[in-house]
């Protein structure tokens, strides 16, 4: 178990966070998730971008009306990188707790 590189980044751990609350197929729209994570919207779409690469989330873009909406879920593999993850960060805190008790 290790590391995964590119959710590590604080950004995208947040992307990956509040994406991974939510239903496998439910996507949440670029400006709700921008709120939820506190960023820019260029910050937010260079973070989606390297996320997309990876095959971490998926971006659709269409119409509303007359007005362009991007929605971003996290597919599969994205989960699955997010939960290995996080597994990884538990174990870190778990492995540090341990020492502390021992002295």
Not at 11 to 18: E, H, K, N, P
Not at 71 to 81: C, I, L, N, P
Not at 86 to 94: E, Q, T, V
Request: hydrophobic share 40%; proline share 1%.
């Amino acid at each position: 178990m290790s590391a995964d590189d590119i959710i590590h980044q604080s950004t995208r751990l947040r992307i990956m966070a509040v994406l991974n609350t939510l239903e496998r197929r439910e996507a949440l729209e670029f400006t709700r998730l921008k709120a939820m994570i506190e960023t820019t919207d260029g910050n937010l779409g260079a973070h989606l971008d390297t996320l997309a690469k990876a095959g971490y989330v998926e971006i659709e873009k269409l119409f509303v009306g007359r007005r362009p909406q991007t929605r971003v879920k996290a597919t599969t593999v994205g989960r699955r990188a997010f939960r290995s993850h996080i597994a990884f960060l538990r174990k870190i805190i778990d492995q540090a707790q341990a020492t502390q008790r021992r002295k």
